[in-house]
């Protein structure tokens, strides 16, 4: 198991788990339902553990890839610089999910407030790691990209015509 291999295993986990955990924190608002909100901040705390782990092994995937005729080189850095400020933004959600955990476990009164804080935030990094795994899916999937194949220096491309 290679680091590119981990990097696509592991790259759905944020983007499903930002939106599922914001889902689950909307119905924990909703029911007034600590226990529902506190398995959102999980999701969430799982989801950022997610991106760091897809962002660290992001290096041994582009290195899989990169000298693969028909690669964009510009589509690879296109997304490895979004995935960073997705990655700042799934930090910031982690960390604002364990505030959250923390004062709906001591029932404060801050716990409503931060929930709609993180909730707002979990929209946001939603937003952004399913833009990054857009950009990181275009390297590869062509059916992602309208099927043009890219053309490399002295490729000529096909047409099926």
Do not use: C
């Not at 930002?18 to 901040?41: D, F, P, R």
């Not at 009164?109 to 899916?137: D, E, K, M, N, Q």
Request: net charge neutral.
């Amino acid at each position: 198991m290679n680091q590119a291999y981990i990097h696509l295993l592991i790259n759905h986990l944020p983007i499903i788990g930002s939106i599922l955990g914001g889902l689950v924190l909307v119905h924990g608002l909703w029911t007034k339902s600590n226990q529902t909100k506190i398995a959102a901040y999980n999701i969430l705390i799982i989801s950022t553990i997610g991106a760091v782990i897809a962002y660290l092994t992001g290096e041994g995937a582009e290195e899989a890839v990169e000298k693969i005729q028909g690669i964009s080189k510009s589509m690879i850095s296109q997304h490895e610089d979004f995935a960073l400020i997705s990655l700042i933004a799934l930090i910031i959600l982690g960390t604002t999910s364990l505030i959250g955990l923390f004062f709906t476990l001591r029932k404060s009164s801050f716990s409503r407030p931060i929930a709609f804080i993180v909730l707002f935030i979990s929209l946001i990094s939603f937003g952004l790691i399913a833009r990054t795994g857009y950009l990181g899916g275009q390297i590869r999937h062509t059916e992602i990209n309208g099927g043009n194949a890219i053309q490399t220096q002295g490729e000529k491309i096909k047409d099926d015509d």
